[in-house]
């Protein structure tokens, strides 16, 4: 339903928004015509073509050249600024010719098709392309940093550590690539750029092979080509991989593995492949590289996927030796993978502050009683006060597994959980067990080196029964960190798992069965109600149970609730907070002071947490959300940045995360995310996070035609992604059959009322929204009418509309407030006055009405000033309407029409969202139609008045709007085949 309004502030927001990249289907055609009219152009000297204009301060469409930055095989590239973007780019001025000219349109369309769609964070990208007068140019991202040619040309050779990162990038880029169809044909140094930021970027993906240029045939620079390539074969994708056999060969021994000459290499007569020496790289690298260069395509890795998991298990594998030759010669602070056996051999203790890193493996239950199973949870909580022990949080472990390529981590067994391990810099996994005694349970923990797998030592305890869990497992804690030669007086802090967990074994194994269960429904956006009913169970068997009591509180108030029993939870949480570790009390008093409204104590209470483990998951949400929900989005967005990382999979972080920057204006950093979410693996996450990004930049088509992959893909899960998209899009009829497979019968007809107002349909909206809220056990009243008060707007009759607002105001005054907005639009200033004294001062919503009460007392200039200003603050506000929208209304009265059009610009950019849509859209169709013919723009007045007939063509008689609509629409032009009801 609709979510809780947070507190307004006065966060400053750009309201202006840069023209949106073309979308890849129309980039692909853009480029195809561009290489159309390439063939007809004879192949003539770059300088001869560009030299007029080639220089600083000259323009080439709407770029402005600023220097040049060098030259390559088909073009001089150049930085310049973008003048209707305001962002620096990079624009390559290209050579024209007719190589393609006997490639025929279809192969153009295609092979232009394929590089319009490449899209990836190591793949420099395609903003735009044109044909001027001089000749064809392609604009790029601007990359800081430089050449790996020009670095070899100055350091010969890299650091094996700096080759296998240069080989993982390169590869991800091909494996992109390649699925999309695109073969580079011309990688080399020249052709990757290694950015001042550490970011590894390939260029000229495609273009190549398009243009024609560099080495034989189908281009190619002659000491980077396979065989294939010599022979004028073409050859097929593993051209690219023999192209990265060289660099990696050159980046390690310093000289090519074939000798080059013009017109002829090594690499096309018969020999043995060239071998790197012992010492440039360990056996895995070497004979990778091999392979990489073979003269028979047949005999090099299958794929560039086969490649890059190459490389990232050399990778791996390397990391676990790294860290122990670091850890021997400098003692590090971090006691990572060494060779723990002989290390903890050691008869000493070690110097304050030097930590054992560890990953806590999965339970193996073979003892049979399943309130064993929540031994892995009392662990954890048992060694917390360690200072030596420091256990990898999941979170953690998750994304480095990610990162890895190797997936979710999933049940931690022994083997995953010495792999993850090893990449998370982890010496030691603990994997703990029970087996059927003599007298009960025996509890045991096998503690193996990460590296080799060997057995450090083993701790058991004999339970007797379940009931001593608690104790048993007090016991292993205390003998690992005995066994792992933690220093005698830090050993002296204990946390007993009774006291700081429960005393219950059952109560805990219900109590991590609903942390379990909390976790999935967060991951998939599922019901919490089962967890819940665990955690109660929890409470029932230890009623003082703190952690099951601040869980409790925190399903509700993180969603905004402040009920009692949400209230009665974080209480009975606080009141056993004494017992708990300093992490958890940190958390339960940040709860607290965040219902209490004490913002900045939860906002530093988090941040303590957040001092001790960067990547602690709940201390990142409460303190991200805590902002968000007070609209502080600028703070917010490194919070939200950091759960991405770790959680890519969860809707929520994304969405969020795209919404603070689409509000922020910064869509130089939405585009960077758009770049992150392709490259993530096909999920509901991804399709969420792309809708949303594709919103925020203003490209509702190409969000809808997501939105629909998504649908077909994977049903009516996506049914309300769809309809959000279909909205943006202006799709209602679209949007309304979305609705109506909305799983939730009742969540669907409150939508589907929404969309029956925007098309003018109000009798059968209100009486949907009526039926809607009745279904729900508790209806929540004040919602009801508050949502009917802004449908009725699309009657634009006061009488119709202050009854809902009336009813809304009588149940809850400050709720209903923001409705004195649209009050005082249809010029109800009493009532708009009334409900305004509600509001919170200096809020959006306080200085939207503000400015039209300015308005409706003849002072437009004043009201489109506080407009302005509320914009500038919040350009989509959760109380109140878009001041966008409310700026074009005013100033249509006023006969403002450029500036009517500009603000229904940037109102119809932002993403959909709540009732008040559902007037606001089709009323700002109608005013920018007006506005276009009155400035003399028919043609764009008659695409724009019948857009809005295609929405409200049957709509009541009793909607004026419609009736506008056909009389702008016969006033243009004679009707053109449109069908409306008379």
Not at 319 to 345: E, F, K, N, Y
Not at 421 to 433: D, K, Q
Not at 855 to 860: I, K, L, M, N
Not at 886 to 905: M, P, T, Y
Request: charge should be neutral; proline fraction near 6%.
């Amino acid at each position: 339903m609709t979510p809780p309004k947070p507190a307004q502030t006065a966060e400053p927001v750009s309201q202006d928004s840069p023209r949106s990249e073309p979308a890849a289907e129309h980039r692909s055609v853009q480029l195809t015509r561009l290489l159309a009219e390439m063939v007809h152009v004879n192949d003539v000297p770059l300088g001869d073509a560009w030299s007029p204009v080639l220089r600083p301060g000259a323009t080439i469409g709407r770029f402005r050249l600023v220097r040049e930055l060098g030259r390559g095989g088909f073009g001089v590239v150049y930085e310049a600024e973008d003048g209707d973007l305001g962002r620096t780019v990079a624009v390559k001025v290209v050579r024209p010719g007719t190589r393609i000219a006997t490639r025929g349109r279809e192969w153009m369309q295609r092979e232009a098709e394929a590089v319009a769609r490449l899209n990836h964070p190591n793949i420099v990208t395609l903003h735009d392309f044109g044909q001027a007068p001089e000749g064809p140019y392609l604009v790029f991202e601007l990359l800081r940093g430089d050449s790996l040619a020009r670095r070899l040309e100055r350091e010969k050779t890299l650091e094996f550590e700096q080759v296998i990162d240069l080989g993982v990038a390169i590869t991800r880029a091909l494996v992109h690539a390649h699925a999309a169809g695109v073969v580079h044909r011309d990688l080399k140094p020249g052709n990757v750029h290694l950015g001042d930021d550490g970011e590894v970027k390939v260029l000229d993906f495609g273009f190549a092979h398009l243009f024609g240029r560099g080495g034989i045939g189908d281009g190619g620079t002659p000491a980077y080509m396979a065989p294939e390539q010599w022979e004028g074969e073409g050859g097929d994708a593993r051209v690219d991989l023999f192209a990265l056999g060289i660099i990696l060969h050159q980046c390690l021994a310093g000289a090519l593995p074939y000798r080059v000459d013009k017109d002829w290499s090594e690499a096309q007569e018969p020999g043995p492949t060239p071998a790197l020496p012992r010492r440039a790289a360990p056996r895995a690298l070497r004979a990778l590289v091999r392979r990489l260069l073979d003269r028979d395509a047949a005999r090099r890795p299958a794929s560039a996927r086969e490649a890059r998991d190459a490389l990232l298990a050399i990778q791996q594998a390397h990391a676990g030796r790294t860290r122990r030759r670091t850890l021997v010669a400098t003692s590090s602070v971090a006691l990572t993978a060494i060779a723990l056996s002989a290390w903890l051999a050691l008869d000493r203790e070690p110097p304050p502050g030097e930590q054992l890193k560890a990953v806590l493996g999965a339970m193996e239950n073979r003892a049979g009683d399943p309130t064993l199973d929540a031994v892995p949870g009392l662990l954890a909580a048992a060694l917390e006060p360690s200072k030596r022990v420091r256990l990898v949080a999941p979170a953690r472990l998750a994304a480095v597994s990610r990162e890895a390529g190797l997936g979710e981590p999933g049940r931690l067994d022994a083997e995953r959980a010495r792999n993850l391990a090893r990449i998370a810099g982890a010496g030691l996994v603990l994997l703990p067990s029970a087996e059927p005694g003599e007298h009960g349970p025996v509890l045991s923990v096998r503690a193996v080196e990460s590296e080799t797998g060997k057995e450090l030592f083993e701790a058991t305890a004999d339970l007797w029964s379940a009931s001593g869990m608690s104790d048993g497992v007090d016991q292993l804690a205390e003998r690992i960190r005995r066994e792992a030669k933690e220093r005698r007086a830090d050993r002296r802090v204990r946390r007993p798992v009774a006291e700081a967990v429960t005393a219950s074994p059952e109560a805990a194994r219900w109590y991590y069965a609903g942390v379990d269960c909390m976790e999935r429904a967060r991951a998939f956006a599922g019901p919490y109600e089962s967890c819940v009913s665990a955690l109660d169970r929890a409470l029932a068997l230890d009623p003082a149970f703190p952690l099951a009591h601040y869980r409790l509180a925190l399903v509700g108030s993180t969603a905004g609730a402040k009920d009692d029993v949400g209230l009665r939870h974080v209480d009975a949480a606080m009141r056993g907070a004494g017992r708990l570790g300093p992490r958890e009390r940190r958390l339960v008093e940040a709860l607290q002071a965040r219902i209490d409204g004490r913002f900045q104590e939860a906002h530093r209470l988090y941040d303590l947490v957040l001092a001790e483990n960067g990547d602690d998951v709940e201390a990142l949400e409460g303190a991200g959300d805590l902002l968000w929900r007070q609209g502080r989005w600028a703070e917010c967005v490194p919070y939200y940045e950091k759960l991405v990382a770790l959680m890519p999979d969860r809707e929520d972080p994304l969405a969020t995360l795209a919404e603070a920057l689409g509000r922020l204006g910064r869509f130089d950093e939405l585009r960077s995310l758009r770049a992150l979410v392709f490259g993530r693996p096909d999920s509901p996450a991804r399709s969420q996070g792309l809708v949303d990004v594709h919103l925020w930049l203003g490209e509702p088509d190409v969000a809808l035609a997501e939105a629909r992959r998504a649908f077909e893909l994977r049903g009516t899960t996506e049914a309300l992604l769809l309809q959000k998209a279909a909205v943006a899009a202006g799709e209602y009829a679209e949007a309304a059959k979305a609705a109506r497979a909305l799983q939730d019968r009742a969540r669907g007809s409150v939508q589907l009322a929404r969309l029956l107002a925007a098309q003018g349909q109000l009798r059968d909206a209100l009486a949907l929204n009526e039926a809607a809220y009745a279904e729900y056990p508790e209806p929540i009243v004040n919602e009801r009418h508050y949502i009917g008060a802004h449908l009725s707007m699309v009657a634009w009759d006061r009488k119709r509309v202050w009854p809902f607002a009336a009813r809304a105001a009588a149940v809850n005054p400050e709720y209903a407030a923001d409705l004195a907005v649209p009050l005082a639009l249809l010029g109800d200033i009493d009532h708009a006055r009334a409900l305004g004294q509600h509001l919170a001062p200096g809020s959006v919503a306080a200085e939207e009405l503000a400015a039209l009460l300015a308005w409706r007392a003849g002072d437009v200039n004043g009201a489109l000033t506080r407009l302005a200003a509320a914009e500038v603050r919040d350009a989509w506000p959760m109380d109140g309407v878009p001041p966008a929208y409310l700026f074009a209304e005013v100033s249509a009265s006023a006969g403002n029409d450029r500036e009517v059009l500009a603000a229904v610009r940037r109102f119809l950019r932002l993403p959909p969202r709540g009732a008040w849509r559902s007037f606001a859209f089709p009323r700002a169709l109608y005013l920018a139609a007006k506005a276009e013919k009155n400035i003399g723009d028919d043609a764009a007045a008659l695409e724009r008045v019948d857009r809005l007939l295609r929405i409200v063509g049957e709509a009541d008689r009793d909607v004026p709007l419609a009736r506008d609509a056909r009389a702008l629409r016969s006033s243009l032009a004679a009707p053109q085949g449109i069908r409306v009801r008379q």
